[in-house]
T-cell receptor, first 113, second 114 residues
Framework: EADIYQTPRYLVIGTGKKITLECSQT?????MYWYQQDPGMELHLIHY???????EKGDLSSESTVSRIRTEHFPLTLESARPSHTSQYLC????????????FGSGTQLSVL | KNQVEQSPQSLIILEGKNCTLQ??????????LRWYKQDTGRGPVSLTI?????NTKSNGRYTATLDADTKQSSLHITASQLSDSASYIC?????????????FGRGTQLTVWP
């Protein structure tokens, strides 16, 4: 089992609310990622970080923001949620090296009404 | 365009039977190919990682093969169990950076019936 945790598991909120999805890992991994996944579709990278104070946007345009103040913590924030943000959000981490394995959290299923 | 295509999209088999899932890719330059298992409502879990020089790798009842020349991979599941019901995702990494960019397939949804 991977030591990477996401909270909450499920979240239902109204349009316009500000939300923060939490992700923490206890493996000391330098790299962390946020993916978005819709049913039956592939994962899309929305943010990633190579270490503390490093954040980059991924392939999929997203209105969310991330921060990496501590190695173990990589929260994702939506300032004003919209129904189009309804999706599953998966956090992952890896340690630098050849063939590095990604460890995923259990995900947060977000529904914006 | 770098892509990863998986087939079939969904598959139903009886418990105890074997099955094979396919993955074709056009990613270049190739670094490695990974198979993940994703249970419903959970995050993906790594099954195998294969580099260019590896053409087969096993993890228990899961055996992955790779033909880098034809850019094809398969995941063979032996003696299926109910707990094998999940989505199986093929992921290909290019050699663009340290981790490489990851290209995800849409997965094959496997259902094992008793």
């Amino acid at each position: 089992e991977a030591d990477i945790y996401q909270t909450p598991r499920y979240l239902v909120i109204g349009t316009g609310k500000k939300i923060t999805l939490e992700c923490s890992q206890t493996m000391g991994h330098d790299k962390m990622y946020w993916y978005q996944q819709d049913p039956g579709m592939e994962l899309h990278l929305i943010h990633y970080s190579y270490g503390v104070n490093s954040t980059e946007k991924g392939d999929l345009s997203s209105e969310s923001t991330v921060s990496r103040i501590r190695t173990e913590h990589f929260p994702l924030t939506l300032e004003s949620a919209r129904p189009s943000h309804t999706s599953q959000y998966l956090c992952a981490s890896s340690q630098q090296g050849a063939g590095e394995k990604l460890f995923f959290g259990s995900g947060t299923q977000l529904s914006v009404l | 365009k770098n892509q990863v295509e998986q087939s079939p999209q969904s598959l139903i088999i009886l418990e105890g039977k074997n099955c094979t899932l396919q993955c074709n890719y056009t990613v270049s330059p190739f670094s490695n190919l990974r198979w993940y298992k994703q249970d419903t409502g959970r995050g993906p879990v790594s099954l195998t990682i294969m580099t260019f020089s590896e053409n087969t790798k096993s993890n228990g009842r899961y055996t992955a093969t790779l033909d880098a020349d034809t850019k094809q991979s398969s995941l063979h599941i032996t003696a299926s169990q109910l707990s094998d019901s999940a989505s199986y995702i093929c992921v290909v990494s290019d050699r663009g950076s340290t981790l490489g960019r990851l290209y995800f397939g849409r997965g094959t949804q496997l259902t094992v019936w008793p």
